[in-house]
């Protein structure tokens, strides 16, 4: 940790050793990073993640999520994290439409992005009507 990081993976490593001692030390070390590439998926994927999951600001993971997916849109798990972080802002119906993006994909989508779409469906289930279908599917 004493070391200066010199490349995007040298920053990102940091900022996820300091994560669980200083969520905001990691967010500031991804800022760096992304002073190098700004859209680097790395830099934005760990963005969004340290938003979402360490300081609750799923605003600032929305952002970041959205310039994961318009750089790489069949990014599953860009997809289906911001499909759980639109459901917890609320925003049902674009959180709906990345699931549906996903569920029409012919690529076989990872367990972890699995879970997060029937963790987003169990967000939207009580909003949205076709959701509670959904759901049960995701589940079984």
């Known amino acids: 940790l004493n070391v200066q990081p010199k490349t995007v993976e040298d920053w990102v490593s940091r900022a996820l050793a300091k994560l669980a001692d200083s969520p905001e030390a990691a967010i500031e070390d ?3 990073a992304a002073t190098i590439d700004p859209f680097h998926p790395l830099v ?12 609750e600001d799923d605003q600032q ?13 069949s990014n599953d ?10 459901a917890r802002l609320e925003r049902f119906t674009a959180a709906l439409d990345d699931l549906q ?3 029409a994909s012919t690529r076989p989508l990872s367990p972890a992005s ?3 779409m029937g963790c987003a469906y169990a967000l939207l289930h009580h909003s949205i009507e076709d959701a509670s279908e959904s759901l049960v599917q995701w589940l079984e």
């Open 114 to 116: 699995m879970y997060q």
């Open 77 to 86: 798990k860009a997809r289906s994290g911001r499909a759980v972080t639109l």
């Open 30 to 32: 991804l800022q760096a």
């Open 44 to 55: 934005l994927q760990n963005q969004a993640h340290v938003f979402a999951e360490y300081m």
């Open 101 to 103: 993006y996903l569920e």
């Open 61 to 73: 993971a929305i952002e970041a999520l959205n310039k994961l997916v318009l750089l790489q849109p």
